[in-house]
């Protein structure tokens, strides 16, 4: 296997032991390493009333890291676009856009990213989901050089032509970003179930576009390293508890691994848990290479964006470092 380019999705884990503040600055921690390591991206993610999570205000984590970094591009994956007006993601991408030029990605979903209350506390009405595709081209058009006549200008975001991405787990974002010729993430790492069909789709659909002549399609994909596959098993019991919780209706911070999972979850959340998690990688950095071996020749991906939800930092650390050796010998 050549090597596929490598990047991150950042979930900025609140933790029992670390606060919103230190996952914070955790995150930036992690955007300087993986830019040492050769990593292509990190992204984070929009989430609301999430205690576990500190990335809600995205565009201002985002320049958080950016000003920690120096070349690794820095992106949300995704802004919630039914979330906002356009117009205002185009001013605040925008202006990263010209505080980091040619460093800044714009992926874009149409899920809430939270709950039902909480899309009240966001003016989010239950209809906005249907105008996502009008909204892409709207928010599109904003970063355009400004045209002849034009009324509204999102400034500082005209000409800055920052590159969108739609992000999916379903056929719908696949035909989306296939008729506009965007680039397209797919969220294997919590909704795998329609992947290999999502990406047929997405191939078989594309049509060229000013910003992509071919399709690009990344996978997202959970991959925790160590230097046992059993080290890298208990490691894993961190989000495999994340998500049980999540089928308990529990808004719970990040928890330590345990030794026997089997302890933690019910036959049912084990499941769905096995399920959602499918597409897993764990273990040694031999165990990940041939992982990713099987993974890029199932699905002739073109990036891999990994979640590694390790408990500890320095560990967290230790297995996106080991992620990315297991990359480069393969």
Same mark, same amino acid.
């Given at each position: 296997m050549s090597r596929i380019p490598l990047s991150i999705l950042e979930l900025v884990r609140v933790t029992e032991a670390v606060d919103a503040r230190? +996952?914070?600055?955790?995150? @930036? &921690?992690?955007a300087a390493h993986a830019e040492a390591w050769g990593y292509r991206r990190i992204w984070v993610a929009e989430h609301h009333n999430m205690p576990g999570?500190?990335?809600?205000?995205?565009?201002v984590v985002l320049a958080h890291l950016a000003a920690g970094t120096n070349t690794?591009?820095?992106?949300? /994956?995704?802004?919630? $676009?039914?979330?906002h007006a356009? =117009?205002?993601? #185009?001013?605040?991408?925008?202006? $990263?856009? @010209?505080?980091?030029?040619?460093r800044i990605d714009l992926g874009l979903g149409r899920a809430p990213g939270t709950d039902q209350f909480t899309l009240r506390a966001l003016r989010r009405s239950n209809e906005a989901a249907d105008a996502f595709p009008q909204d892409v081209l709207e928010l599109q058009a904003y970063f355009a050089p400004v045209a002849p006549g034009q009324r509204i200008q999102a400034v500082p975001a005209a000409g800055t032509e920052v590159p969108l991405w739609i992000l999916g787990s379903s056929h719908f974002g696949a035909m989306l970003a296939a008729e506009l010729g965007l680039p397209y +993430? %797919?969220?294997?790492h919590f909704a795998p179930d329609e992947l290999i069909t999502a990406l047929g789709l997405y191939r078989s659909r594309f049509k060229p576009s000013e910003q992509l002549d071919r399709p690009y399609a990344m996978v997202g994909v959970n991959v925790i390293a160590a230097a046992t596959d059993g080290e890298a098993r208990r490691l894993a019991t961190t989000q495999q508890m994340a998500f049980a919780n999540?089928?308990?209706?529990?808004?719970?911070?990040?928890?330590?691994?345990?030794?026997?999972i089997e302890t933690y979850w019910s036959p049912a959340e084990k499941a769905q848990a096995k399920r959602m998690l499918a597409r897993s990688? !764990?273990?040694?950095?031999?165990?990940? @290479?041939?992982? %990713?071996?099987a993974l890029v020749a199932e699905t002739r #991906? &073109?990036?891999?964006?990994? !979640?590694?939800? !390790? =408990?500890?930092?320095?560990?967290?650390?230790?297995?996106?470092?080991?992620?990315?050796?297991?990359?480069?010998? /393969?």
């Open positions: 230190g +996952a914070l600055i955790n995150a @930036r &921690d992690l999570i500190a990335s809600a205000a995205t565009s690794i591009r820095i992106g949300a /994956g995704g802004i919630m $676009l039914p979330n356009p =117009y205002v993601i #185009a001013e605040q991408f925008g202006t $990263l856009a @010209r505080l980091f030029p040619g +993430a %797919f969220a294997s999540i089928f308990r209706g529990a808004r719970t911070l990040s928890q330590p691994p345990i030794d026997d990688i !764990v273990g040694s950095p031999d165990t990940v @290479r041939e992982g %990713f071996r #991906a &073109d990036e891999l964006i990994i !979640v590694s939800d !390790v =408990y500890d930092h320095p560990t967290r650390l230790r297995s996106f470092e080991l992620i990315a050796e297991a990359a480069s010998a /393969g």
